[in-house]
Structures are given as structure tokens and as C-alpha cells.
């Protein structure tokens, strides 16, 4: 394990709590020498204390610091190898009921941030050789979840962009991961305002996600699901969609 990620630099967004938290964890112990990314000093700064890494606090809901972000960890660091967004806002709510200054936040955060910092970041990795980026979607950007209209909208948009990138940067030195998590057990809902609703699937402990996520990066894979067999109503609503829209009305 030591070994695997050494001598390599990684930014981390999100890291000031849950997912994050526990992959720049996971890095750190791995080898890396770590730069991490969240809007809350105090816990951020813990995080980077625990961890022997260094705290760049960010506020990604205004697209300007993203691109001081990438400034800041290269004037540090000299260069990125693995970038991992998992800086991400939740909302569940009816659309109707959603101000446009939510709207604005979630795709700030969710979508434009992630795009824009990988945009910074990417011409760096090319031109050395070497690049792993990470990105946590979520299982609601590939089912359009009631309720979620926007943050599934934003995920959706996050999941299309990482599938394009990867596309593109087919066959070169760059790989590009997406994890899919369905619920993972972190102050995501109580932050969003309203707590995980159903029985399944059973929420699964921050650092199970960060395994799968840093698994799949270290192998290049382009996706992994976790729970895996969420990927199961993704493929029935893609070979099905009526049937799916049917099942997911009747279901909630
Ligand atoms: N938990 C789940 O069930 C679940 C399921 C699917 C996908 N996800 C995704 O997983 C990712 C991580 O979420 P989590 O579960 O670890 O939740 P979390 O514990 O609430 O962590 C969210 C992280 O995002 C950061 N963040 C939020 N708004 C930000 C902003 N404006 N600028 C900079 N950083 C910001 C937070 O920073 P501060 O704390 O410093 O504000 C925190 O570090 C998110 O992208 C989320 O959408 C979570």
C-alpha cells in the first residue's frame, strides 16, 4: 500500500470532510504528498495536521478560485499528478421551491469548479506524462433522482464531462476516474437539509468510498459503483427507459 502512491503530488477538494477527508487520507498513507482543498479552515487545517499535508482553502462556489486554486498548488508544489474532486454541495427539494441563488451554488460547486480546476491542471499532467484525475459523481446524475432535479442535473453533467475527457485523452499519459457512490455515510445529508430517506441501498462508510475510488484510479478504470451493483438500474434505464420510468415512479 506504502508504496503506491509515492513520491507522486495530489490536491484533493472536499477534503475538509467525509469522502474527501478519507482520500486524501488514504494518499498520505500511500506515499503522497498531499494538498488539501475545502472551505472550512478549522477542520481543513486538522485534516492537513493529521495527514502531514497542506491546507489550501478554497471557496469553489465562485468560479474565480478554482483557477487561483490550481495557482496556489502549483506555486507549492511545482505540479499535480492525481487530482481528486469530491467538493460537492447537496439539495433535495422539490425544483419549484429551489431559489436561483441555490441553483447557481450547486452548479458552481458541482459542475463549473471540477471542470475549470481540471482545465488548469490538465496541460501540466500532459506535458510531464503523467496524471490521474478523480472525480466523485454520484448515482443521481445517472438516474435523475425526484426532488434532486438540480444536483442530479449537476452530477449528470460531471459524469458527461469525465466520459468526454476521457475520450479525448485516449491513449495518453492522463487517466480519468469517476466514482459513482450511492450513499455514503457523511454530513452530506444533514448539510443538504434533509436526511437519507430509504432503506437501501445502506450507506457505507466514507473510507469504503475512497478505496473504491483510489482502486479504480491506480488501475486506470474509468468508473466504479459502490454500492457495485447500482450499476444495475443504470443499465436498465438505459436498455429500458419507459420501464425504468415506470419502476422509478411506482418505487419514489
Ligand atoms: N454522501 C453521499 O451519500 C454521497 C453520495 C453520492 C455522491 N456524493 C458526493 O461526494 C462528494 C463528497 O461529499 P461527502 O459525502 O464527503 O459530503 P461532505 O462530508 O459534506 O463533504 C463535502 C465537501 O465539499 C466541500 N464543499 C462544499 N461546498 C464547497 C464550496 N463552495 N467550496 C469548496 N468546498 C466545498 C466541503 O467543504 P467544507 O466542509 O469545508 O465546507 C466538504 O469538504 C460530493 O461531491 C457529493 O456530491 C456523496
Known amino acids: 500500500m506504502r508504496q503506491r502512491w509515492d513520491g507522486a503530488v495530489a490536491l484533493v477538494t472536499g ?20 494538498y488539501v482543498s475545502g472551505r472550512d479552515r478549522g477542520r481543513l487545517a486538522e485534516v492537513a495536521d493529521r495527514l502531514g499535508g497542506t491546507a489550501l482553502p478554497a471557496d469553489l462556489g465562485a468560479p474565480e478560485q478554482a483557477g487561483e486554486l490550481a495557482g496556489r498548488v502549483l506555486a507549492a508544489a511545482g505540479r499535480v499528478d492525481v487530482l481528486v474532486h469530491s467538493a460537492g454541495r447537496g439539495w433535495a427539494a422539490p425544483f419549484t421551491g429551489t431559489d436561483p441563488a441555490t441553483v447557481a451554488e450547486l452548479v458552481a460547486v458541482n459542475l463549473t469548479a471540477p471542470v475549470l480546476l481540471t482545465g488548469a491542471l490538465l496541460p501540466g499532467m500532459l506535458a510531464r506524462g503523467r496524471g490521474r484525475l478523480g472525480f466523485v459523481g454520484s448515482i443521481a446524475g445517472r438516474l435523475a433522482v425526484r426532488d434532486e432535479a438540480v444536483y442530479s442535473a449537476t452530477k449528470a453533467g460531471l459524469g458527461v464531462f469525465a466520459d468526454s475527457l476521457r475520450q479525448e485523452l485516449r491513449g495518453g499519459p492522463v487517466t480519468v476516474t469517476e466514482l459513482v457512490p450511492a450513499v455514503v455515510d457523511t454530513p452530506f445529508f444533514v448539510r443538504r437539509g434533509r436526511p437519507y430517506p430509504r432503506r437501501a441501498p445502506r450507506p457505507v462508510p466514507a473510507d469504503r468510498a475512497a478505496a473504491a475510488l483510489l482502486a479504480a484510479l491506480l488501475a ?12 444495475l438500474p443504470v443499465t436498465v434505464r438505459a436498455a429500458a427507459p419507459a420501464t425504468y420510468r415506470r419502476l422509478a415512479g411506482r418505487l419514489g
Open 15 to 34: 477534503a475538509s470532510s467525509g469522502i474527501g477527508a478519507a482520500v486524501a487520507g488514504r494518499l498520505a498513507a500511500g506515499g503522497a504528498r498531499v
Open 220 to 231: 486506470g478504470r474509468a468508473e466504479a459503483y459502490l454500492p457495485r451493483w447500482m450499476r
